[in-house]
């Protein structure tokens, strides 16, 4: 009885300790009145400051849907640049309460860093890219090329494993820094300059002469890319998943930022009403409002509208969905039921 009763106290003291971690995270955000997120640096349609330095894009958007879920209001935020070299340790650290975007997940990211994703939320693949001049059409004939890449992504490992894989030479060139490695690339210092294929496209609008280059066909590995957190922090990885989701589902049952209110106060739909709020607080059991994923909606509208406006038809970068079209498209994206 007494080693049963040491057992019994110690399980609850645990789990006393781990309530008390889950909820840290969401606490220090609502103490300090805003969400700290750690962006990728000058990345165009994702993440980089207008003429008036204030950051825009995809994974800012998704930086104020996380703030409209936990406050109502899409502006409490602080952004942080985060090289990829210096990123998982300002998130272990505590300096951002969240990466939104631009990190592969992968197995040894997602076991034993620190750090887990909750869900993919943009799904790209590596390329290369090359000046028009070089003559090159295919990767395959960048044999002995020397390639230019970020320190501290997977990229450096996805170029290793198909050229050993195609019995190809090659000389990676690597840069602290997404920057440096355009920089790098642009003033002559390597062959070829690869990245994801998103990357490339948003940021070969920096080169001084965008034109004379071009992303070659192949694509060399799969990126599912997404949020990262701190790992045991439960219901903030919570959070971040389903303010996610909320934006996808949205997408399927066609709410949108300019019929939300309208379907708020008339849709019949047990599964909108349930998104938006209506009748059902499932928002507590998050720490949230009833209406979170109505203020997210309200905010920055459902993932299509904040795919279009920032790197799709709507954008300069007019990049297509593929596989981020939703599953019933032909795409990847699909949302729990929220029920």
């Known amino acids: ?92 650290a505590g300096t951002v309460d969240v990466l939104t975007h631009r990190f592969t997940w992968t197995y040894n990211r997602d076991n034993g860093s620190g750090v887990e994703f909750p869900m993919a939320i943009f799904y790209d693949g590596q390329g290369f890219m090359v000046r028009k001049s070089l003559g090159v059409k295919s990767v395959n004939e960048l044999k002995g090329a020397a390639i230019c890449v970020a320190q501290g992504t997977t990229t450096e490992l996805n170029v290793a494993d198909y050229f050993n894989a195609h019995a190809m030479q090659y000389k990676i060139v690597a840069f602290n820094g997404t920057d440096a490695t355009r920089l790098a690339y642009d003033e002559g210092r390597c062959d070829a300059w690869s990245n994801d294929r998103g990357s490339l496209a948003s940021r070969s609008v920096a080169l001084k002469t965008p034109g004379d280059h071009v992303i070659l066909p192949e694509t060399i590995s799969k990126e599912p890319i997404g949020p990262v957190v701190r ?50 607080n499932l928002g507590q059991k998050l720490g949230l409002s009833a209406d979170w994923a109505y203020n997210v909606i309200k905010a920055i509208g459902n993932y299509g509208e904040i795919f279009d406006r920032n790197i799709g038809d709507k954008s300069p970068l007019r990049l297509g969905l593929g596989l981020n079209a939703l599953w019933r498209d032909g795409g990847l994206m699909i949302a729990p039921p929220i029920r």
Not at 247 to 260: D, F, K, M, P, Q
Request: glycine content about 8%; proline content about 4%; hydrophobic content about 45%.
């Open 231 to 280: 790992q045991g922090d439960d219901q903030w990885s919570h959070i971040v998943r389903w303010t996610y989701y909320a934006t996808i589902a949205a997408e399927e049952l066609g709410v949108t930022s300019a019929n939300v209110d309208e379907l708020r106060k008339g849709s019949t739909n047990p599964e909108v009403k349930r998104l938006l709020g209506v009748g059902d």
């Open 1 to 92: 009885m007494v080693v049963r009763n040491i057992v019994f106290f110690g399980a609850m003291a645990a789990a006393a300790v781990w309530s008390a971690a889950e909820a840290a995270t969401l606490d220090d955000v609502k103490a300090r009145n805003v969400v700290r997120c750690g962006t990728a640096p000058n990345n165009p349609g994702f993440a980089f400051p207008d003429n008036q330095g204030k950051f825009r894009g995809f994974d800012i958007d998704f930086c104020h849907a996380l703030a409209a879920a936990v406050f109502g209001d899409a502006s409490k935020i602080e952004t942080r640049v985060a090289e990829p070299r210096d990123a998982f340790t300002m998130l272990t």
